[in-house]
């Protein structure tokens, strides 16, 4: 499970990254689209190989650990298809929420 924790932990650290390096809002998307979809294929493979030590772990997985991965994926690609400015309002949005 540490592997797993730590590809959550490179993730979070190359969207920073992206945030901080990009200043354009669709190539930031982009970029960070492309990046969660490569944690994903990783954690994909890494289940495959691996299994679980016990259902409680599983549970953690699919309820704790791959929901945020995922719904990263699904804001970035839903507004990046929409107006630039809608992105931007909706990223806006979500920093001053969280």
Not at 34 to 51: A, G, M, R, V
């Amino acid at each position: 499970m540490s592997d797993i924790n730590n590809l959550c932990q490179k993730l979070d650290n190359d969207l920073k990254q992206i945030d901080n390096d990009c200043s354009d809002i669709l190539k930031k998307s982009e970029r960070s689209i492309y990046c969660i979809e490569s944690c994903l294929k990783q954690l994909k493979e890494y289940i495959y190989q691996n299994t679980f030590s016990n259902q409680e772990e599983e549970i953690e997985f699919f309820k704790k650990i791959k929901p945020p991965v995922y719904s990263r994926l699904i804001f970035l690609s839903k507004y990046s298809t929409s107006n630039p400015s809608d992105l931007t309002a909706a990223i806006n949005l979500r920093k001053n929420i969280y």
